[in-house]
């Protein structure tokens, strides 16, 4: 790759193997770069041990999506879900295990999936994208076996909420939706944009961002970043943050986020931003932790540029690893 193309590249994605020792990491260009983190974390890491082992064009278009499973990683780009098997990638094998469609109304659309969770229900893979419905796979058929429909305009992100069996998903209008997954019905929308403390009107009504713990639920995008609580529906704390953000997670007593800005936000529950932790790239797309194992405890972010940055603790960046 150019240096042309470097300058503009964006990493879209990202996830961990189940072993939590390698990462993968998706960009513009229909790439997945696969780094050892073993590799780079070790004392005597090189600068080699900060470039991916394996490199290999998975799509056409951006992969906006990856999702592991126990033993595959799933990529999505526009209007397809590959599955490459994570023992066949650590041997530098690229051969798709599968790749599979969702069920489209017309031939002729091929829109993006921007987002896939897997429900730890029924083990079924749920998409969401540029055709504003959500599509259920059976990953045991590999099956496409219902469609949600409700959402007027297309579906930024999805998240969980597994006690409830509930299936969150926000979109470019502004709601975020609720359904039930064992009838597949919605239960509840809420307009993100219609709540005065979170409206901002200048950036649109759009929802990017979604997150769920317990009766909790982050969302942000055009409207500011707000914590909801779901059983009264009503947002409890607005965080002051400028931009529009693209990822939150809960971790621990903390949030953190990431989206226009160079840093990542950390910010309390009552609704203050105690630091925001400098980053590589200039605007933030993506944001993941590594808690599955203990030696390889890392968060890693990536977004407007060919470097992704991984911090060992999670108050400052410990090194970058590069497309």
């Not at 390698?22 to 780094?35: D, R, S």
């Not at 999936?113 to 058929?141: F, R």
Request: hydrophobic share 35%; aromatic share 10%; with cysteine.
């Amino acid at each position: 790759m150019g240096p042309v193309e470097l300058l503009h590249m964006s990493v879209f994605s990202q996830s961990f193997s189940p072993c939590g020792r390698f990462l993968a990491a998706g960009n513009n260009y229909g790439e997945i770069a696969v780094f050892s983190l073993s590799a780079a974390l070790s004392p005597d890491a090189s600068e080699g041990s900060q470039k991916p082992i394996l490199n290999f064009t998975a799509h056409d278009g951006p992969v906006f999506s990856l999702l592991s499973t126990d033993t595959h990683l799933l990529s999505a780009g526009n209007g397809e879900i590959s599955a490459w098997s994570w023992a066949e990638l650590i041997k530098k094998s690229t051969k798709a295990a599968w790749t599979r469609k969702p069920n489209y109304e017309t031939s002729l659309e091929i829109p993006e999936i921007n987002a896939m969770i897997i429900s730890p229900k029924d083990n079924s893979l749920i998409v969401g994208g540029g055709d504003n419905n959500i599509h259920i796979m059976d990953m045991e058929t590999g099956v496409f076996k219902s469609v949600l429909k409700g959402h007027t305009d297309y579906i930024h992100c999805l998240c969980f909420k597994e006690r409830e069996g509930e299936i969150l998903s926000g979109g470019e209008d502004g709601a975020v939706r609720i359904w039930d997954s064992r009838t597949n019905r919605p239960v509840h929308c809420i307009e993100v944009f219609k709540y005065e403390e979170c409206a901002r009107p200048q950036f649109g009504k759009w929802i990017s961002c979604l997150a769920t713990d317990s009766d909790w639920m982050l969302c942000g995008g055009g409207p500011s970043l707000s914590l909801w609580h779901l059983r009264s529906m009503s947002p409890t704390s607005v965080f002051p943050l400028p931009g529009c953000q693209r990822e939150a997670v809960f971790y621990q007593d903390l949030i953190m986020s990431v989206g226009e800005g160079p840093y990542v936000s950390h910010c309390l529950h009552g609704g203050t931003v105690k630091a925001q932790i400098p980053c590589s790239p200039s605007s933030l797309n993506t944001l993941a932790l590594n808690l599955k194992n203990t030696e390889h405890r890392v968060m890693t972010v990536g977004g407007s540029s060919h470097q992704i940055d991984v911090f060992t603790n999670f108050s400052y960046r410990a090194f970058s690893l590069s497309f």
